[in-house]
Nanobody, 119 residues
Framework: QVQLVESGGGLVQPGGSLRLSCAASGSIFSINAMGWYRQAPGKQRELVAGITNGGRTNYVDSVKGRFTISRDNVKKTVYLQMNSLKPEDTAVYYC?????????????WGQGTQVTVSS
């Protein structure tokens, strides 16, 4: 069984910063891609940022230059550094990993962490 534990969300003023973390544990042989998604009220879940096991990254246009995704393969953890936050970044943020467990490649989700950007 695989568990993803997220932390780092909260309330921040516009222009502020937050750092999200997502640590994976359990019967994981290896982790391929890792990513962060978000879902705002009344909107569909969208991919915010992704990172391959080789370190290649991609971002949704709205966060380019403000957010940075990174990973620590030893700790099985993915991070999202969020700077210059805007009210439109307010959402529940979910981490996602593609991991090989019991010989199969599967996707796993974290429980979500609330990020609220407001003055």
């Amino acid at each position: 069984q695989v568990q993803l534990v997220e932390s780092g969300g909260g309330l921040v003023q516009p222009g502020g910063s937050l750092r999200l973390s997502c640590a994976a544990s359990g019967s994981i042989f290896s982790i391929n891609a890792m990513g962060w998604y978000r879902q705002a009220p009344g909107k569909q879940r969208e991919l915010v940022a992704g990172i391959t096991n080789g370190g290649r990254t991609n971002y949704v246009d709205s966060v380019k230059g403000r957010f940075t995704i990174s990973r620590d393969n030893v700790k099985k953890t993915v991070y999202l550094q969020m700077n210059s936050l805007k009210p439109e970044d307010t959402a529940v943020y979910y981490c996602n990993i593609d991991a090989i467990t019991n010989g199969r490649l599967r996707g796993y989700w974290g429980q979500g962490t609330q990020v609220t950007v407001s003055s």
